[in-house]
């Protein structure tokens, strides 16, 4: 309860920022960054529950990132779509890119699952901070 007052206040709002931006960087950095190593081929090895972390997180500061820029609880259906669009950007970019890296479908579905999970998250959160201002008495 008081975890989520904190989210949303005022004080906490550059680190929402500042940790949407840094996400950002580590997301692109750890995905385009030219790669020697080769990870193995099965489907649901460490790179795929890696690639569902990364976007679980992303996504979720993402939507609290909109949330402290509209002060207003912005639509999850859009939050998922750009998520996911954002995952399809960076396999595009890792098959066009000559950096020793190759766009996998099971990548992109990893991302889509991590943005998934952080759906629910967000639902609940922003269910739970409806709640807590309609409980709110006003002065």
Do not use: C
């Not at 995905?31 to 690639?51: A, E, Q, R, V």
């Not at 890296?101 to 991590?114: H, M, Y």
Request: hydrophobic share 55%.
């Amino acid at each position: 309860m008081k975890l989520i007052k904190l989210l949303f206040s005022k004080q906490f709002r550059p680190y929402i920022v500042t940790g949407f931006i840094l996400s950002t960087i580590v997301i692109l950095g750890a995905t385009l960054y030219p790669s020697d190593f080769s990870m193995p081929t099965t489907i649901w090895d460490y790179d795929k529950i890696g690639h569902a972390m990364m976007f679980l997180v992303w996504t979720l500061i993402f939507g609290l990132f909109l949330f402290v820029l509209k002060n207003n609880k912005p639509s999850l259906v859009l939050i998922f779509v750009v998520s996911a669009s954002f995952g399809l950007l960076i396999e595009v970019l890792q098959f066009i890119l000559p950096a020793g890296r190759s766009a996998e479908l099971w990548d992109f579905i990893a991302d889509i699952i991590g943005s998934g999970i952080a759906i629910t998250l967000l639902y609940q959160i922003f269910r739970f901070s409806n709640r807590e201002e309609r409980s709110t008495p006003v002065n």
